[in-house]
């Protein structure tokens, strides 16, 4: 209960903070992507980690305020970005699944992209396999709304859900990120290394482009770009960082 009245008052006094990762291309070894992470240094309660924020806010009817606050700070942060020239840079926005199921997410992001001014191509959702998110019919349909601004649909923790091969046809997503958990295993297990060599090759054939998340050292990444994998992002390549520090990753890097 107090957490959630510290959290209501960090979101309006704009108290929260969020954490950029980059996502490389494996290829070119620029960056394309940046994921936004969120983080609070609470003065009551210290560190809060995101899934506590996230549990909190959907327990205390703050989702909805949250979750466009995460979108307006990240969308305005790009559009600064894309105002220094750093285009045609993205951001990745992580959506929870009580936000995408309940049918406001398209006006939510219209309105947002509206109010900073960014262009809807730079903006790439992540949503989870959760199961609910396969119970209803509404999913292809939000997935369409949001698909016909401009923006793009990533699969997130790609492997580690309940996504049938029926679901990959049907709906319109853009990208798979294949789980960190694959990824750590797959120098030493060559059965997590086939499943990533699979997943490669599924998602291109499916006009999806694949993410690698977790690369944690320089054999990991070598394998991911021998076999194709289109983009990465870990601690080995770059750890989540503040707004500032991002900027001077943008400028050595982009
Ligand atoms: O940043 P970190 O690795 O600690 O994130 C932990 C979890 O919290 C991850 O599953 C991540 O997707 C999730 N997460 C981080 N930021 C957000 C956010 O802004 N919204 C939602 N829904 N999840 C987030
Ligand atoms: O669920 P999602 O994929 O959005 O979670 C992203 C989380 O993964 C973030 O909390 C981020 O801090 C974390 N992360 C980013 N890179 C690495 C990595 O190389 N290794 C591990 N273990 N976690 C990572
Ligand atoms: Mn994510
Ligand atoms: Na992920």
């Known amino acids: ?63 909805h ?11 305005s942060q790009l559009h600064f970005w894309h105002q220094r020239g750093y285009k045609p840079l993205k951001v990745n926005v992580n959506i929870s699944p009580s936000i995408f199921m309940d049918g406001e997410l398209a006006n939510t992001v219209r309105r947002v992209l509206q109010q900073t001014q960014l262009s809807a191509a730079a903006l790439v959702l992540e949503i989870t396999e959760d199961t609910s998110l396969w119970d209803t019919a509404g999913s292809a349909e939000t997935l369409e709304q949001l698909r016909a601004l401009g923006i793009e649909i990533a699969l997130d923790d790609f492997g580690t859900g309940y996504s049938s091969f029926s679901h990959l046809r049907q709906l319109p997503l853009n990208k798979l990120k294949i789980d960190k958990s694959f990824v750590a295993d797959m120098v030493t297990d060559v059965r997590a290394l086939n499943l990533v060599k699979t997943i490669i090759s599924l998602a291109h054939s499916l006009d999806m482009r694949v993410v690698a998340e977790g690369i944690e050292d320089a054999a990991q990444q070598d394998k991911l770009a021998q076999l194709g994998c289109d983009l990465g992002q870990g601690y080995w390549l770059a750890r989540p960082m503040s707004a500032t520090a991002m900027s001077e990753e943008l400028m050595a890097k982009a």
Do not use: F, M
């Not at 070894?29 to 309660?45: C, D, F, M, P, T």
């Not at 949250?66 to 700070?73: A, K, R």
């Open 65 to 75: 305020r949250l979750n466009e606050w995460v979108l307006h700070t990240a969308c």
């Open 1 to 63: 209960q107090k957490l959630a009245v510290a959290l209501q008052t960090a979101i309006e006094q704009d108290t929260l903070t969020l954490h950029y990762q980059p996502i490389y291309s494996l290829a070119t070894g620029k960056i394309e992507s940046i994921e936004a992470l969120l983080r609070w240094q609470s003065v009551e309660h210290g560190t809060v980690y995101p899934l506590e924020i996230i549990a909190v806010a959907e327990q205390h009817g703050l989702a």
